[in-house]
């Protein structure tokens, strides 16, 4: 048999017989051979490989976005480079010249700067997942539908009695914390309330961000039972942290509210009431918008280009049914 005809079968060509094929692989197979995807790369102009940076791998959430990244490219027979910007512009610049340089045929992108101007010009087809995403007119991005989200979680907020959440919110730099405020503001205004009366607090999207502005909230005067809806789900725990240390109740004293759905909110306790972002079909459709970029599918800013997914309510046990309770008094 010659080498040509053995190529041919390692490369799944269907331009030999099927009793050939089986004689190649199965000789393959003995032989412990491995085809080089290097040098078949270099042929094709594809390596193969993706690359997907995401700002906090420490954080559940964005385990669960690898998740279903990496479940999608190798359903593609495709494999995926891993990189954590740790929510640093300089490091995730870094990151994408090291996947240039990888030749990675394409990237999954969560840009953690609102104004990243090497991403235009990465070299690389390029989806974006995330809030900041929509700061970037042109590039295709998949990420969860904002003002749906916080909808249901204001939505949730009033049916159990509770009328203007406290909030903690991401660094003012964010695009993300101004829709989380204005989907706030617009439901405060519908019920006729004074978004003015919001208190809110900055932090990072951390557990000690979360833990330090609960404590600042705590701080303040107030009366009565107290509501705190917080921008996700690792500074909700932080604020859970920060009621057990300053001997207060949650839910009896103070309701908490999280946002992202990662698993580890079914470990606190009280459990963690939040509203879930689909993170794996995030990435998973991230991935396939690459995969069809890369194969020359759809093109920048089309139509299809932008695709947000809903969020959905996870109750659990850190918010109080006030309207129940006055129901009972009633």
């Given at each position: 048999?010659?080498?040509?005809?053995?190529?041919?079968?390692?490369?799944?060509?269907?331009?030999?017989?099927?009793?050939?094929?089986?004689?190649?692989?199965?000789?393959?197979?003995?032989?412990?051979?491995?085809?080089?995807?290097?040098?078949?790369?270099?042929?094709?102009?594809?390596?193969?490989?993706?690359?997907?940076?995401?700002?906090?791998?420490?954080?559940?959430?964005?385990?669960?976005?690898?998740?279903?990244?990496?479940?999608r490219a190798a359903a593609a027979d495709l494999s995926l480079m891993v990189m954590s910007s740790d929510w640093d512009a300089a490091a995730e610049a870094r990151h994408l010249r090291a996947l240039?340089?990888?030749?990675?045929?394409?990237?999954?992108?969560?840009?953690?700067?609102?104004?990243?101007?090497?991403?235009?010009?990465?070299?690389?087809?390029?989806?974006?997942?995330?809030?900041?995403?929509?700061?970037?007119?042109?590039?295709?991005?998949?990420?969860?539908?904002?003002?749906?989200?916080?909808?249901?979680?204001?939505?949730?907020?009033?049916?159990?009695?509770?009328?203007?959440?406290?909030?903690?919110?991401?660094?003012?730099?964010?695009?993300?914390?101004?829709?989380?405020?204005?989907?706030?503001?617009?439901?405060?205004?519908?019920?006729?309330?004074?978004?003015?009366?919001?208190?809110?607090?900055?932090?990072?999207?951390?557990?000690?961000?979360?833990?330090?502005?609960?404590?600042?909230?705590?701080?303040?005067?107030?009366?009565?039972?107290?509501?705190?809806?917080?921008?996700?789900?690792?500074?909700?725990?932080?604020?859970?942290?920060?009621?057990?240390?300053?001997?207060?109740?949650?839910?009896?004293?103070?309701?908490?509210?999280?946002?992202?759905?990662?698993?580890?909110?079914?470990?606190?306790?009280?459990?963690l009431t939040t509203i879930a972002k689909p993170a794996r079909e995030i990435a998973a459709r991230a991935v396939e918008m690459l995969v069809a970029r890369i194969e020359g599918g759809a093109g920048?800013?089309?139509?299809?280009?932008?695709?947000?997914?809903?969020?959905?309510?996870?109750?659990?046990?850190?918010?109080?049914?006030?309207?129940?309770?006055?129901r009972r008094r009633a």
């Amino acid at each position: 048999m010659s080498k040509s005809t053995a190529a041919r079968a390692l490369a799944g060509a269907q331009s030999i017989s099927a009793e050939a094929r089986e004689r190649v692989l199965a000789a393959a197979l003995a032989l412990g051979y491995e085809r080089n995807h290097l040098a078949a790369g270099m042929r094709s102009g594809r390596s193969g490989l993706l690359g997907l940076i995401i700002p906090d791998i420490s954080n559940p959430f964005w385990t669960e976005v690898t998740r279903g990244a990496q479940d999608r490219a190798a359903a593609a027979d495709l494999s995926l480079m891993v990189m954590s910007s740790d929510w640093d512009a300089a490091a995730e610049a870094r990151h994408l010249r090291a996947l240039r340089r990888a030749r990675v045929d394409g990237a999954v992108i969560n840009p953690v700067s609102d104004h990243v101007a090497d991403l235009p010009g990465a070299g690389m087809p390029v989806v974006l997942i995330g809030s900041a995403a929509e700061a970037f007119a042109g590039i295709p991005s998949v990420g969860s539908d904002i003002p749906q989200a916080v909808t249901l979680g204001m939505d949730f907020i009033v049916s159990k009695g509770h009328f203007m959440p406290d909030l903690i919110l991401g660094p003012p730099s964010r695009l993300a914390r101004t829709r989380l405020v204005n989907v706030v503001h617009r439901h405060c205004v519908a019920r006729d309330l004074d978004p003015a009366d919001l208190a809110m607090e900055s932090a990072d999207y951390t557990v000690e961000g979360g833990r330090a502005a609960m404590h600042r909230l705590l701080a303040r005067r107030g009366r009565g039972h107290r509501c705190v809806f917080a921008a996700n789900d690792m500074m909700a725990l932080g604020a859970l942290m920060a009621l057990h240390e300053a001997g207060v109740h949650c839910p009896r004293d103070v309701s908490v509210l999280g946002f992202d759905g990662s698993p580890i909110g079914a470990c606190s306790a009280p459990q963690l009431t939040t509203i879930a972002k689909p993170a794996r079909e995030i990435a998973a459709r991230a991935v396939e918008m690459l995969v069809a970029r890369i194969e020359g599918g759809a093109g920048q800013g089309s139509a299809e280009a932008r695709v947000h997914l809903p969020g959905r309510l996870v109750e659990r046990g850190s918010v109080a049914d006030l309207a129940a309770a006055v129901r009972r008094r009633a």
